[in-house]
């Protein structure tokens, strides 16, 4: 019997239950005073106030802690319109999952997230989307409508399987970045979804972004990218190359090799993404990625009500939540 209901179909109802996740598990945490999905401040200049340990220096009030002789920092309001770019990795390494998903509908899911979260009035979302052939761009636009519109383009990204021969992107990570500075034009949110495994330079680039927004870096997992199980011998291929190669997983010190290496190599992204001054989340196909988001939200709230200060601290994701409670 044909099924009633063609792929565009399916996709559109997979996305409609994505927003009614994202709104039912999210939005009520982040309600209030223009508090958002990476608590931090604004961009516009509020009251002085004395420096606490822990405050940007950046921010430093040297007309007040010259005539007070004790060191003051301005704090800063939310933007009340908001304007994010999303740098979303598509290349061949995200076609991969061994648990619950794929990396890349882990990747479709945290884009939405965001999306969903600053489709607030005034504010507006673009896309630097990295794919096999190159890099594209959506512009930032508000709107529900808008926000489809890109989570369609995103999810309409052919898989490594779809493609005629596996082949690297004509475009890094690194040049995406690149293209994202160029066309965020005025303080925001930028938001990097990857995976973080490209072969170029994409460190300066995550940096500079930093030192003009607020950036947070998704990084997505597989749990066989950490570990292997003893399975016995197993093919790999690079989904990106095309290289092939055999792995006896039976060996328990071909494992901890494998491991060991996986370790480093995660730790040395999450040292370079600290390095840059940007915020870090992992998700990972095995995991709630909605609960794994809530936590950190949560634990970045704790970090920031934690210091001591005589004003309320809003974010410039602000405008992310508005003002709905």
């Known amino acids: 019997m044909t099924d009633p209901v063609g792929p565009v179909e399916r996709a559109e109802q997979g996305l409609r239950r994505l927003e009614l996740d994202v709104f039912r598990r999210l939005d009520g945490l982040l309600q209030g005073d223009h508090l958002g999905l990476v608590p ?17 220096v950046r921010r430093m009030d040297w007309p007040v802690t010259a005539r007070t002789t004790v060191a003051h920092v301005r704090d800063t309001i939310a933007d009340r319109e908001l304007e994010t770019w999303v740098v979303v990795d598509r290349t061949a390494s995200l076609d991969f999952g061994t648990a619950e998903c794929e990396k890349r509908d882990i990747a479709l899911a945290s884009v939405a997230a965001v999306s969903f979260l600053t489709s607030r009035v005034g504010n507006r979302t673009g896309v630097v989307l990295l794919t096999p052939d190159g890099t594209e761009v959506i512009p930032a636009r508000g709107g529900r409508t808008a926000t489809f519109g890109l989570l369609r383009r995103i999810d309409a990204v052919a898989r490594a399987d779809d493609l005629p021969s596996p082949r690297a992107a004509a475009d890094e990570l690194g040049g995406a970045l690149q293209r994202a500075g160029r066309l965020a034009r005025r303080s925001g949110l930028v938001v990097v979804v990857s995976d973080f495994l490209a072969r170029d330079e994409w460190t300066r680039p995550l940096r500079a972004l930093s030192a003009r927004h607020d950036v947070l870096a998704i990084e997505i997992v597989d749990p066989r990218e950490l570990e292997l199980p003893p399975v016995g011998l197993v093919t790999f291929v690079d989904t990106e190359t095309g290289r092939r190669l055999e792995v006896q997983t039976a060996s328990a010190k071909v494992r901890s090799r494998y491991a060991a290496a996986a370790a480093e190599q995660r730790a040395d992204i999450a040292r370079r993404i600290a390095g840059a001054g940007a915020e870090h989340l992992v998700l990972r196909t095995d995991h709630d990625w909605l609960l794994d988001i809530v936590r950190y939200v949560a634990r970045r709230r704790r970090r920031r009500d934690g210091r001591p200060s005589r004003h309320r601290r809003v974010s410039t994701m602000g405008a992310t939540a508005g003002t709905t409670g």
């Open 40 to 56: 931090a401040p604004g961009t516009e200049l509020g009251e002085s106030r004395e420096y606490h340990l822990g405050d940007d």
